[in-house]
């Protein structure tokens, strides 16, 4: 009896309405977009559950698995693309564990397919983080690949515009206005006292540089508790550092139930520190920034949950996770 063959036991395409595919990819365009590649012709194609702003698939060629991102116009501006591809292949290049940017057989790393700007990345060892998984060891390594980061990105010379600064803020308070009170009752009047707080004490000339801005455990993945990568460089951008931290501990600090986890903080930054050392500007700024990351997060969320119908295709993310967070590190402060 005939041996099947692996292609006769899996499809070679897997689509779901509930993956995270905004952009179909047909067999017949897949197969012509790798002819612009030296990888191999295609074997399988699989859409990518996870992620909220671009079409990822998991794409296995006779070389091997890669991951095909199709970046979405409802998130990313074409433009900022070429950003992107630059601060990861220099990260990579630095020795930052971060996936592989695939060049074509021209040396292109971005080229277009179904009217998308697309790219072909190496598959990362190991699974995105989670809340539940994360301990203080987890979070020192992410602390110190923080770090490594961002002394790599001082070799960058582009300056990427952060679209969800703090101008972006200020925006969405005055379009949202009253509407914010619908989620729930002073929530607009909170954002309007915060955002006056944080416009008037915003840090000057702390050390800047392009910075991830999206560094949550979901974009870190680990493999038997050893870091192995980081991943969805959508939102990097011009900006300062220590509120990329500040981002980083709003995100990898709080517990599943949304609970505070002070070792958790200390450990990322002790990680941090063995790296890069924060200057004495940036940890009297910190305070002030921890409370802009939560702001930052808080808004877009309040936007998402404004905006969601009934039927529409991705479930926002709960804005409260955010507000709560927000008034702890109001009455926070740092241990010394």
């Given at each position: 009896?005939?041996?099947k063959?692996?292609?006769?036991?899996?499809?070679?395409?897997?689509?779901?309405?509930?993956?995270?595919?905004?952009?179909?990819?047909?067999?017949?365009?897949?197969?012509?977009?790798?002819?612009?590649?030296?990888?191999?012709?295609?074997?399988?194609?699989?859409?990518?559950?996870?992620?909220?702003?671009?079409?990822?698939?998991?794409?296995t060629?006779?070389?091997?698995?890669?991951?095909?991102?199709?970046?979405?116009?409802?998130?990313?501006?074409?433009?900022?693309?070429?950003?992107?591809?630059?601060?990861?292949?220099?990260?990579?290049?630095?020795?930052?564990?971060?996936?592989k940017?695939?060049?074509?057989?021209?040396?292109?790393?971005?080229?277009?397919?179904?009217?998308?700007?697309?790219?072909?990345?190496?598959?990362?060892?190991?699974?995105?983080?989670s809340?539940?998984?994360?301990?203080?060891?987890?979070?020192?390594?992410?602390?110190?690949?923080?770090?490594?980061?961002?002394?790599?990105?001082?070799?960058?010379?582009?300056?990427?515009?952060?679209?969800?600064?703090?101008?972006?803020?200020?925006?969405?308070?005055r379009?949202?206005?009253?509407?914010?009170?619908?989620?729930?009752?002073?929530?607009?009047?909170?954002?309007?006292?915060?955002?006056?707080?944080?416009?008037?004490?915003?840090?000057?000339?702390?050390?800047?540089?392009?910075?991830?801005?999206?560094?949550?455990?979901?974009?870190?993945?680990?493999?038997e508790g050893?870091?192995?990568?980081?991943?969805?460089?959508?939102?990097?951008?011009?900006?300062?550092?220590?509120?990329?931290?500040?981002?980083?501990?709003?995100?990898?600090?709080?517990?599943?139930?949304?609970?505070?986890?002070?070792?958790?903080?200390?450990?990322?930054?002790?990680?941090y520190q063995?790296?890069?050392?924060?200057?004495?500007?940036?940890?009297?700024?910190?305070?002030?920034?921890?409370?802009?990351?939560?702001?930052?997060?808080?808004?877009?969320?309040?936007?998402?949950?404004?905006?969601?119908?009934?039927?529409?295709?991705?479930?926002?993310h709960?804005?409260?996770?955010?507000?709560?967070r927000?008034?702890?590190?109001?009455?926070?402060?740092?241990?010394?």
């Amino acid at each position: 009896m005939r041996k099947k063959k692996w292609l006769d036991i899996k499809p070679l395409f897997v689509h779901s309405k509930q993956m995270a595919v905004f952009t179909q990819v047909s067999q017949e365009q897949l197969t012509e977009f790798l002819g612009r590649y030296d990888i191999g012709s295609l074997v399988s194609c699989e859409g990518i559950e996870a992620g909220v702003s671009n079409t990822n698939y998991f794409v296995t060629t006779q070389t091997g698995r890669y991951v095909l991102t199709l970046f979405e116009p409802h998130r990313v501006r074409a433009q900022d693309i070429p950003s992107y591809v630059e601060y990861s292949t220099v990260l990579e290049q630095s020795g930052v564990p971060c996936p592989k940017t695939i060049q074509t057989k021209e040396g292109d790393y971005i080229t277009m397919l179904c009217d998308r700007p697309a790219a072909f990345f190496s598959v990362l060892q190991g699974d995105g983080g989670s809340v539940a998984m994360l301990d203080v060891n987890l979070c020192e390594q992410a602390g110190a690949t923080l770090a490594q980061m961002h002394l790599a990105a001082q070799k960058i010379k582009t300056k990427t515009p952060n679209h969800f600064g703090l101008g972006k803020w200020q925006e969405w308070e005055r379009v949202m206005g009253a509407r914010m009170n619908n989620i729930d009752a002073g929530l607009h009047s909170l954002v309007q006292s915060e955002l006056g707080f944080i416009v008037q004490n915003w840090p000057k000339n702390l050390p800047c540089g392009q910075i991830h801005a999206d560094y949550f455990p979901d974009n870190v993945f680990f493999q038997e508790g050893r870091l192995t990568g980081v991943i969805d460089f959508h939102f990097v951008c011009y900006d300062v550092f220590a509120y990329d931290l500040a981002i980083a501990i709003n995100a990898w600090s709080f517990d599943e139930n949304n609970h505070f986890q002070e070792d958790r903080m200390m450990a990322m930054m002790h990680g941090y520190q063995t790296v890069r050392a924060l200057s004495a500007g940036e940890e009297e700024s910190l305070p002030v920034l921890l409370r802009a990351a939560s702001m930052r997060f808080l808004l877009s969320r309040i936007e998402e949950k404004l905006k969601w119908k009934e039927g529409d295709f991705m479930k926002p993310h709960d804005p409260m996770v955010f507000e709560k967070r927000l008034k702890h590190f109001q009455a926070y402060s740092l241990p010394a």
